[in-house]
């Protein structure tokens, strides 16, 4: 998960007739603002540096003209570079001859761009057939991979039809299955989903997300907008001007924003849509039930706490007990299974905190989290939910979300 | 005081007497076949009987375009055989068919390469200007000179003359493919030539076909100039009605030339939509 699929090194690019000169203008210190007004070039990009890990999402984010385009066609060279290298598995793109490049962008790159690109003379298959075809490779194994890029994006039965013919979400969908059907390692998406009204545009950022976990591939997503960005990414970098700002996980860059700008951008953001379960949960206290309600007591009054959750020897969740029940049914001669309360508020550990505000309200007892197989991870107290909110960091687990 | 005139036109002679010699042989091969091309042609034609013919081509508009044109067709073409035009236009239409093949072999690779290459493009345009504004008469001396008189000159003069529509717009067609497709071509890894027959020319191709369309109207209009060299036709029907006077045939020619344009237009024009969808 760690090792760096592309690293993109000092990488630059001046737009006009004398691209050298902007760069040294550059290295001498002067701005973008600066160059433009001196000699009439574009900085695109300005010295970006930065690792894509492998597997991961890597969303390139910002406002427009600020070289978010123009970098990710760095990484397929749609545009040289001015200056700087960008190496993919250790190769570097730059210096790659004509046909080599070629054979990279035919089996290691694909892109999905952001107004489709779809060839309109071509059926949805045959759109989808494009990368193979231009390979060479078989025709009967061509179909085969087209159908089940098709499959994957959910476009069966439409093998046939024109690109004209379908809604802008069915088009960037054959748009996507294009780029799947080469199985590419790295895919490039330029601001993909922008043209999608916003409820497909969800739709498909989950659909990404979900093929991503099947597919586990390395995606460059470029986007302007910053909840998309904070939905997909695991990483993020925040470019301004041609320069990357700040790259970070989302819980990076909106905890800790490297400099104003940064938070100017995501000040106007809705935290309980980006945090979850995992980051303000706390450490639980839990007993086995065989254990009795004595220690469960003992338990509850050295940690100064009013209620106990009840685990199985494999940390199941079974149930809680409160302080008051179990003095009672002491008293009472009563056993855990007795008083246990089982019906209990569950969460996951991925669970938004917008979406448990209700759970965590009306609870009487903490909300319990727990994965998968049921084993309880940690608890949700309502301080911590509005500590959270507040933008209080120290409250926040570290980087426990997946 | 007086300047002296500059030879301009004695170069010219000098020149085209030097070509004259020099390449002769290739001359006589462009003639031999393109006069063939021609014969076969008109032998095909005349050897289908006429009321095949109007048929196929009543069938051919109501094909690709609306029912009515078909029925223009079939009334149109009728009229002409009954006004005893038939070979005539038999004969014309052999030499635009001609016209258009030989513009459409060299048009569409010359408009492919200047729409791939700037340079060649600045130079080739303002030749297209030139052959396209030069009044078309002065196109038959040279033709006349390389290759005698008949239907071969009047066919090189009407290529000169219907050429640069369809280089202008297979060049045009080429470069108005949205950038994003290109760059898409690109990015899964095209070859110039992949992306230049899988996108750029399919796309290119209603363009293209507006361009040849425009070359069969404009070969069209040279057939009463190449019949001033000979070559038979309907043009060689109306040129001799001007020489003699002779109104009543000038309009029945000049009329069947009018048919044969409406029809030659619609059928070019819609073959590019049709194939389109
Ligand atoms: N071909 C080009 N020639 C000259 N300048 C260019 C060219 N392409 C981009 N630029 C300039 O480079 C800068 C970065 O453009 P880029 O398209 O990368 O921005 P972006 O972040 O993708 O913006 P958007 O969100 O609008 O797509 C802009 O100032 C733009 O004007
Ligand atoms: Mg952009």
Same mark, same amino acid.
């Given at each position: 998960?760690?090792?760096?699929?592309?690293?993109?090194?000092?990488?630059?690019?001046?737009?006009?007739?004398?691209?050298?000169?902007?760069?040294?203008?550059?290295?001498?210190?002067?701005?973008?603002?600066?160059?433009?007004?001196?000699?009439?070039?574009?900085?695109?990009?300005?010295?970006?540096?930065?690792?894509?890990?492998?597997?991961?999402?890597?969303?390139?984010?910002?406002?427009?003209?600020?070289?978010?385009?123009?970098?990710?066609?760095?990484?397929?060279?749609?545009?040289?570079?001015?200056?700087?290298?960008?190496?993919?598995?250790?190769?570097?793109?730059?210096?790659?001859?004509?046909?080599?490049?070629?054979?990279?962008?035919?089996?290691?790159?694909?892109?999905?761009?952001?107004?489709?690109?779809?060839?309109?003379?071509?059926?949805?298959?045959?759109?989808?057939?494009?990368?193979?075809?231009?390979?060479?490779?078989?025709?009967?194994?061509?179909?085969?991979?087209?159908?089940?890029?098709?499959?994957?994006?959910?476009?069966?039965?439409?093998?046939?039809?024109?690109?004209?013919?379908?809604?802008?979400?069915?088009?960037?969908?054959?748009?996507?299955?294009?780029?799947?059907?080469?199985?590419?390692?790295?895919?490039?998406?330029?601001?993909?989903?922008?043209?999608?009204?916003?409820?497909?545009?969800?739709?498909?950022?989950?659909?990404?997300?979900?093929?991503?976990?099947?597919?586990?591939?390395?995606?460059?997503?470029?986007?302007?907008?910053?909840?998309?960005?904070?939905?997909?990414?695991?990483?993020?970098?925040?470019?301004?001007?041609?320069?990357?700002?700040?790259?970070?996980?989302?819980?990076?860059?909106?905890?800790?924003?490297?400099?104003?700008?940064?938070?100017?951008?995501?000040?106007?953001?809705?935290?309980?849509?980006?945090?979850?379960?995992?980051?303000?949960?706390?450490?639980?206290?839990?007993?086995?039930?065989?254990?009795?309600?004595?220690?469960?007591?003992?338990?509850?009054?050295?940690?100064?706490? $009013?209620?106990?959750?009840?685990?199985?020897?494999?940390?199941?969740?079974?149930?809680?007990?409160?302080?008051?029940?179990?003095?009672?049914?002491?008293?009472?001669?009563?056993?855990?299974?007795?008083?246990?309360?089982?019906?209990?508020?569950?969460?996951?550990?991925?669970?938004?905190?917008?979406?448990?505000?209700?759970?965590?309200?009306?609870? $009487?007892?903490?909300?319990?989290?727990?994965?998968?197989?049921?084993?309880?991870?940690?608890?949700?107290?309502?301080?911590?939910?509005?500590?959270?909110?507040?933008?209080?960091?120290?409250?926040?687990?570290?980087?426990?979300?997946? | 005081?007086?300047?002296?005139?500059?030879?301009?036109?004695?170069?010219?002679?000098?020149?085209?007497?030097?070509?004259?010699?020099?390449?002769?042989?290739?001359?006589?091969?462009?003639?031999?076949?393109?006069?063939?091309?021609?014969?076969?042609?008109?032998?095909?034609?005349?050897?289908?009987?006429?009321?095949?013919?109007?048929?196929?081509?009543?069938?051919?508009?109501?094909?690709?375009?609306?029912?009515?044109?078909?029925?223009?067709?079939?009334?149109?073409?009728?009229?002409?055989?009954?006004?005893?035009?038939?070979?005539?236009?038999?004969?014309?239409?052999?030499?635009?068919?001609?016209?258009?093949?030989?513009?459409?072999?060299?048009?569409?690779?010359?408009?492919?390469?200047?729409?791939?290459?700037?340079?060649?493009?600045?130079?080739?345009?303002?030749?297209?200007?030139?052959?396209?504004?030069?009044? +078309?008469?002065?196109?038959?001396?040279?033709?006349?000179?390389?290759?005698?008189?008949?239907?071969?000159?009047?066919?090189?003069?009407?290529?000169?003359?219907?050429?640069?529509?369809?280089?202008?717009?297979?060049?045009?067609?080429?470069?108005?493919?949205?950038?994003?497709?290109?760059?898409?071509?690109?990015?899964?890894?095209? @070859?110039?030539?992949?992306?230049?027959?899988?996108?750029?020319?399919?796309?290119?191709?209603? @363009?293209?076909?507006?361009?040849?369309?425009?070359?069969?109207?404009?070969?069209?209009?040279?057939?009463?100039?190449?019949?001033?060299?000979?070559?038979?036709?309907?043009?060689?029907?109306?040129?001799?009605?001007?020489?003699?006077?002779?109104?009543?045939?000038?309009?029945? +020619?000049?009329?069947?030339?009018?048919?044969?344009?409406?029809?030659?237009?619609?059928?070019?024009?819609?073959?590019?939509?049709?194939?389109?969808?």
């Amino acid at each position: 998960m760690s090792d760096a699929k592309i690293e993109v090194r000092n990488v630059t690019k001046v737009f006009g007739k004398s691209p050298q000169q902007g760069v040294k203008m550059l290295n001498e210190g002067l701005s973008k603002k600066q160059i433009l007004e001196k000699t009439g070039m574009t900085v695109g990009v300005n010295k970006a540096s930065f690792e894509v890990r492998s597997g991961e999402i890597f969303v390139i984010m910002g406002l427009s003209g600020s070289g978010k385009s123009t970098l990710v066609r760095m990484f397929n060279r749609l545009i040289d570079p001015t200056d700087g290298q960008v190496l993919i598995d250790g190769q570097d793109i730059v210096k790659m001859k004509p046909n080599e490049l070629r054979e990279v962008r035919r089996s290691k790159i694909s892109m999905v761009f952001q107004r489709f690109a779809l060839f309109p003379h071509r059926t949805v298959l045959s759109n989808t057939e494009y990368g193979l075809e231009i390979k060479g490779s078989d025709r009967k194994q061509q179909r085969e991979k087209a159908l089940e890029a098709l499959k994957l994006v959910g476009l069966e039965g439409y093998e046939n039809s024109y690109p004209s013919e379908l809604s802008g979400g069915m088009q960037q969908r054959v748009g996507l299955a294009r780029a799947l059907a080469n199985d590419p390692d790295v895919l490039l998406m330029d601001e993909a989903f922008s043209a999608l009204d916003p409820l497909i545009r969800k739709d498909m950022q989950n659909e990404l997300l979900e093929l991503q976990e099947k597919m586990e591939k390395t995606i460059i997503f470029i986007t302007h907008d910053l909840d998309e960005a904070l939905r997909i990414g695991d990483r993020i970098a925040l470019m301004k001007d041609g320069s990357i700002v700040q790259v970070g996980t989302p819980e990076e860059i909106l905890m800790n924003p490297a400099n104003d700008y940064v938070e100017r951008f995501v000040e106007d953001v809705d935290l309980s849509k980006v945090l979850t379960a995992a980051h303000v949960m706390k450490r639980p206290e839990k007993i086995l039930a065989d254990r009795g309600l004595r220690v469960a007591l003992q338990i509850m009054k050295d940690a100064g706490i $009013s209620s106990l959750y009840i685990v199985d020897k494999k940390q199941k969740l079974v149930g809680a007990i409160t302080a008051q029940d179990a003095a009672d049914a002491l008293k009472k001669n009563q056993k855990i299974e007795d008083i246990m309360i089982r019906d209990l508020q569950t969460v996951t550990p991925d669970t938004l905190i917008s979406e448990m505000f209700e759970q965590v309200a009306t609870a $009487s007892l903490p909300v319990a989290v727990i994965d998968e197989e049921e084993r309880l991870k940690g608890i949700i107290v309502r301080g911590a939910i509005l500590a959270a909110l507040a933008g209080d960091d120290i409250q926040l687990n570290g980087n426990e979300v997946k | 005081m007086t300047l002296p005139k500059i030879p301009l036109g004695d170069w010219v002679d000098t020149f085209v007497d030097f070509l004259q010699v020099q390449l002769e042989p290739l001359f006589d091969l462009i003639r031999d076949g393109i006069g063939g091309f021609v014969e076969f042609i008109v032998w095909i034609l005349s050897s289908v009987p006429a009321a095949i013919l109007i048929i196929l081509f009543t069938a051919l508009m109501l094909w690709v375009s609306k029912w009515t044109n078909a029925v223009f067709t079939a009334v149109g073409l009728l009229l002409i055989y009954n006004l005893g035009y038939w070979d005539g236009t038999i004969d014309t239409l052999a030499l635009v068919l001609t016209s258009v093949v030989i513009s459409i072999i060299i048009g569409v690779p010359i408009g492919i390469w200047i729409s791939q290459n700037d340079t060649a493009r600045n130079i080739i345009t303002p030749i297209l200007d030139f052959m396209q504004t030069m009044p +078309a008469f002065v196109y038959l001396i040279p033709a006349i000179l390389f290759f005698g008189i008949g239907m071969v000159p009047g066919i090189i003069a009407s290529v000169i003359f219907a050429m640069p529509p369809t280089i202008r717009l297979t060049n045009l067609g080429i470069r108005q493919v949205p950038e994003d497709l290109i760059e898409a071509a690109n990015a899964f890894g095209s @070859t110039t030539k992949q992306k230049l027959f899988k996108v750029q020319l399919p796309l290119a191709t209603p @363009t293209i076909m507006a361009g040849v369309n425009q070359s069969v109207m404009l070969s069209l209009s040279m057939v009463v100039i190449a019949s001033l060299v000979g070559a038979p036709g309907l043009g060689a029907d109306v040129y001799r009605a001007v020489t003699q006077i002779k109104v009543g045939i000038g309009f029945e +020619a000049g009329l069947a030339i009018v048919i044969l344009a409406i029809v030659l237009d619609r059928i070019s024009q819609n073959i590019g939509m049709k194939k389109q969808k």
